[in-house]
Nanobody, 123 residues
Framework: QVQLVESGGGTAQAGGSLRLSCAASGNMHNFYSMAWFRQGAGKEREGVASLGHDDSITYADSVKRRFTISKDNAKNTLYLQMNSLTPEDTAMYYC?????????????????WGQGTQVTVSS
């Protein structure tokens, strides 16, 4: 079982930046991938960025060149640096982990989820 705890959400103005953190604990073997998802009000959950067990990185088109996913293995912490934020980035952001993930930004591939952290971007 993997436990995930997100932090770092809050409010930012358009054009600003935020950094999300996800502290992971539990049994994560070498084939685990981790990812960030988000869900806006009335919208489906969508993949934002993933970091595969082989260190491959995948971004949603909507966040490419603005968001950066990274991981500190010593701290077992996943990060999402978000720059050039827009009101369209407003959502609850979730950290997720899964084993043997094929479709890196598909929610159904991940079986461990954090509780979420809210990001609100004002215009």
């Amino acid at each position: 079982q993997v436990q995930l705890v997100e932090s770092g959400g809050g409010t930012a103005q358009a054009g600003g930046s935020l950094r999300l953190s996800c502290a992971a604990s539990g049994n994560m073997h070498n084939f685990y991938s981790m990812a960030w998802f988000r869900q806006g009000a009335g919208k489906e959950r969508e993949g934002v960025a993933s970091l595969g067990h082989d260190d491959s990185i995948t971004y949603a088109d909507s966040v490419k060149r603005r968001f950066t996913i990274s991981k500190d293995n010593a701290k077992n912490t996943l990060y999402l640096q978000m720059n050039s934020l827009t009101p369209e980035d407003t959502a609850m952001y979730y950290c997720a982990a899964g084993a043997y993930v094929a479709d890196k930004l598909a929610p159904h591939e991940y079986n461990s989820w954090g509780q979420g952290t809210q990001v609100t971007v004002s215009s």
